[in-house]
């Protein structure tokens, strides 16, 4: 009933940006929090950041003071701006969101993923 759609990734060299965009659509009534998670290869899915319905935020330690994560309330999209990647930054992105959505007239609580985006940091 939600989808979330993800843009942004790439190819990058080592110090360089990339901004991810997620895009949530369907009848959602209320998002709470937004999060971006990663996973790269041989290892398990990690949380990178979060951001709660207040615009609260929290980092991981690897990313922290390189990775800004913000949202847009009336748009539902939520965004990952990473700036001086590094190579073990390479991974597959996703986007997480949870909230609330109307199914068959009924109020539900929803938790989806994107599809993932690759980011490649290499030289």
């Known amino acids: 009933q939600v989808q979330l759609v993800e843009s942004g990734g790439g190819l990058v060299e080592p110090g360089g940006s990339l901004r991810l965009s997620c895009a949530a659509s369907?009848?959602?009534?209320?998002?709470?929090?937004m999060a971006w998670y990663r996973q790269a290869p041989g290892k398990e899915r990690e949380s990178v950041a979060v951001?709660?319905?207040?615009?609260?935020?929290t980092y991981s330690d690897s990313v922290e003071g390189r990775f800004t994560i913000s949202r847009d309330n009336a748009k539902n999209w939520v965004y990952l701006q990473m700036n001086s990647l590094k190579p073990e930054d390479t991974a597959v992105y996703y986007c997480?969101?949870?909230?609330?959505?109307?199914?068959?007239?009924?109020?539900?609580?929803?938790?989806?993923w994107g599809q993932g985006t690759q980011v490649t940091v290499s030289s």
């Open positions: 369907g009848s959602i009534v209320g998002i709470n929090a």
């Open positions: 997480n969101v949870g909230g609330s959505v109307v199914v068959n007239s009924f109020l539900r609580t929803f938790n989806s």
């Open positions: 951001i709660t319905s207040g615009g609260s935020t």
